[in-house]
């Protein structure tokens, strides 16, 4: 098995681990890596180092100020507070560290989750409401209230699948930022969604692939959909961090989850239900203001509150897949005693 790897050309590699040496430190805007294994090897992370570490005696002295100056160096910015630390976890630990993501950088996170669903969900309710407005159309000029048409249902299927889309992109580059605050780094919001963007072909075919076993599901008015979902939650994680294809991906997250097949089902099933409940608390306002809005501004009013809604519990949702990633590799493969071991043989080099 191979472990997470940083490149220090300074310090001897340890043995099997793959991981060498102390996290280089450079400037800060360097993309932080977090390599797991099978993955190939990435460009170095940059890291604040902790307070009293080795590390920190390497790093260069901060700049004084001189008299009759000021120091215009910019100060690190340390690494934020991990949301839950890297052990086996608890359905409590990552349900609350998925709220503990967006709390140990709220700017950063919903700037991801701005560049990325913002644009999506603006698209999606554009052609749900596209297809509504041209159904009812098509129904008052065939002189009944049932019209149909193919623009009516394709808008709202295609809404439905950029929708899932976005979740799957936002997944990977929430993946992203959390992998690098293990690693013991930091990223931009920008840096994360475009290491993501470098993984979208993957991402791309993985859903692809991920989709017909998806409508499956539903097709049993969504009765299968326990047993799948929770087998493919971890692929938009598994394809970014481990640098995995569209193939490899769903198959590594495959066989991860079965495993522990009950337990990823009862977080998945937790983690529905909290999304559903704070989705319609936070859309009870917009609903009323829809109800009493004018008939041009209530869908506007609506699809806001929709968008509103899902900007919040977005994060939260690829938050705990992106939890329950790493749980399954620390209680299935030693991740942690492994990163735990590499960094005592660090420090001693």
Known sequence: MSGWTADNDNAPSAAGTGWSGAPPVGPPDESPAWAAPEAPAVEPAWAVPEVGTAEAALAPAPATPTPGGWDD???????PVLPVALRAMTSTDILDGAWG??????????????????????????????????????????????????LGGGGVVVAALIQNLSLFLLGGAIARLVSSW??????????????????????????????????????????????????????????????????????????????????????????????????????????????IAPGPLAPAVAAAGTVFSAFVTAPFVVGVCVLLYLDLRVRTEGLDLELDATAVFARAA
């Open 73 to 79: 160096s910019p100060e690190p910015i340390p690494p």
């Open 101 to 150: 993501i967006i709390k140990a950088r709220p700017k950063t996170v919903f700037a991801i989750t701005a560049m990325i669903l913002l644009p999506t969900e603006i698209l999606a309710a554009w052609l749900a409401q596209s297809g509504s407005a041209f159904t009812d159309l098509s129904g008052a000029l065939a002189g009944n209230g049932t019209g149909s048409s193919v």
């Open 182 to 291: 293990y690693a013991g780094g930091d990223m931009t919001a920008r840096q994360a969604v475009g290491a993501t963007l470098q993984r979208a072909p993957a991402l791309l075919g993985a859903f692809a692939i991920l989709l017909p076993v998806k409508l499956a599901g539903l097709a049993t008015c969504g009765l299968a959909l326990p047993f799948i979902v929770p087998m493919m939650m971890l692929t938009a994680p598994a394809i970014v961090i481990e640098g995995l294809g569209p193939i490899a991906g769903p198959l590594r997250s495959l066989r991860l989850a079965r495993r522990r097949y009950w337990p990823c089902v009862g977080v998945w099933a937790l983690a529905l239900v909290i999304e559903l409940t704070v989705n319609l608390a936070l859309s009870v306002v917009p609903t009323l203001v829809a109800s």
